[in-house]
């Protein structure tokens, strides 16, 4: 019911935007997540954003080179992808949690699993 976009073949230092968004319902009381899953690896989180957008949480190894952000307006979650590595190669998928009594560590982590999760885009790093 989530819907990505952006990804796409970039070489190693490049950027790429992802958007999440959905036609279906207000993301506005959601917990915003991107999670990632690479070929034989397992799904993990990489960033997640308050409902209101004032707070954020990354994974370790993307800290300084992703930043999350939310329009509510446009009813959109962004994920801007810079400093691009080999590793970054995933597939990139966006989930919504219902902002009541959780942390954005608890979505990120999935101890808390998400209501809804998009289709996922493809995102290859590659010279």
């Known amino acids: 019911q989530l819907v990505e976009s952006g990804g796409g073949l970039v070489q190693p230092g490049g950027s790429l935007r992802l958007s999440c968004t959905t036609s279906?319902?207000?993301?506005?009381?959601?917990?915003i997540g991107w999670f990632r899953q690479a070929p034989g690896k397992e799904r993990e989180g990489v960033s997640c954003?308050?409902?209101?957008?004032?707070?954020?949480y990354y994974e370790d190894s993307v800290k300084g080179r992703f930043t999350i952000s939310r329009d509510n307006a446009k009813n959109t979650v962004y994920l801007q992808m810079n400093s691009l590595k080999a590793e970054d190669t995933s597939v990139y998928y966006c989930a919504a949690a219902w902002d009541v009594g959780i942390t954005l560590r608890d979505v990120c982590s999935m101890s808390r699993r998400p209501d809804y999760w998009g289709q996922g885009t493809q995102v290859t790093v590659s010279s």
């Open positions: 954003i308050s409902s209101s957008g004032r707070t954020t």
């Open positions: 279906g319902f207000s993301l506005n009381s959601y917990v």
